[in-house]
């Protein structure tokens, strides 16, 4: 089919963990994106049968998805275009088709990067270690040596699953009885800017909801030209929160670029921790469950640097925690394992057993807003409810030797705390009458050499100086 490189191309860089992501046109180019969409029909063996197309609103995307039909035809894969979508919204489409899956999306990186999502059939995950490695490396032979067609090329058509996609989340949690509410929705020019109004609006032709919607930045524009589509950083939702405040709204959501994240401010403008979102969304699922599944065990996972507050939701809930390394293939795979209702991450990808085991920021932000529109109160109680700990947030650190820091904080905290290598280093603070409870972990970068911590402790004033010497023992 295309000719092979004239250069070697060392796709290692940009085949990271979870997905696809790298610089366009010094990493990614519509070779690259043809060689890999080839390796990934082969490996999901998608000859003959669909495989899904989506794309996000950066201006290499349709390019890139271009390519991608490109080649995954060439081996013999139907390719079913959804065009501009958000990546939930592609998972849905994997798993109401049962197709495998590619979105281009560089999700909140800056407007040089795009990348690459993969799912199996059914929205199932695929990580380095279950698929990424293969495709990677079929993807650099055909590279080198053109990628061959087979004898009955794929075909191609276009579905716009929008709609479906809405009255799904709308069939899974159903807003219409709540109080009226006035919600500021800052999508960071990303795919939110469709999403909301299909989902939560009346752009899907569905009924109004009791729901005013005050948009930010709802223009797709991958060049994001009024800020980085990463509500994770701070700066990033300052003006959601005053918007929030200047519009005596009563709360506040962020949706990152590729709008599978959502991020909550409540009517103060202050951040709701994810972990909280995810206490509040767990509970929800567990009672409902419940109802039609009064004996029997449910699980629900959260990972390691979650807030103690979301295990301790789930087991007063009567309902079993499974703690699980951070990283987003991980935790798919663990709820198709344990058969988990539900999932959080402290990074605000939040996965559903009723919407395949995929992560969804749409689902998540209705069902707080299901719950916060269920009662009077204001938003600010419900977030500080699920906030009793301090949290130091993820602060990460440019580090050299990274084993060497290592050492200096086994060394300070032996004898201090209980140490669990799950994931990276996590010491637990031997609790007394005179020390409240406090925990901390440290993980090295998959791609960059740094280390990132996370601290929580009972006080504001525990949290401090475990943060600040542990701090202090990274950067010596």
Known sequence: MNAPATEPIDLTPFVKAYDVRGLVGSQLTAEVVTALAAAFVDEV???GIDVVVGHDMRDSSPEFATAFAVGAQARGANVVSIGLCSTDESYFASGHLNAPAAMFTASHNPATYNGIKFSRRGARGISFDTGLRAIRDRATEYLASGVPAVATPGSY???DVLAEYAAYLRFLVDLSGIRPIRIVVDAGNGMGGLTVPAVLG???GLPALPIEIIPLYFDLDGTFPNHEANPLDPANIVDLQKAVVSHGADLGLAFDGDADRCFVVDEKGDAVTPSAVAAVVALREITRVRKTQPDGDIFVIHNLITSRI?????EAAGAIPVRTRVGHSLIKDQMAETGAIFGGEHSAHYYFRDFWGADNGMLAAMHFLAEYGSQP???STISKKYTPYALSGEINSTVKDIPAAYNRIVEAFNGRGEFDELDGLTITGIVSADEPFWWFNVR??????LLRLNVEAATQEAMDGIRD????????
Do not use: F, K, Q, Y
């Open 45 to 47: 063996d998608a000859a």
């Open 469 to 476: 010497e542990v701090l202090d023992l990274i950067r010596a």
């Open 310 to 314: 979301v295990p301790e939701t789930i």
């Open 157 to 159: 058509r276009d579905l």
């Open 444 to 449: 090295p970068s998959n791609t960059e050499p």
């Open 377 to 379: 109160g204001p938003l």
């Open 202 to 204: 009346v752009a899907a």
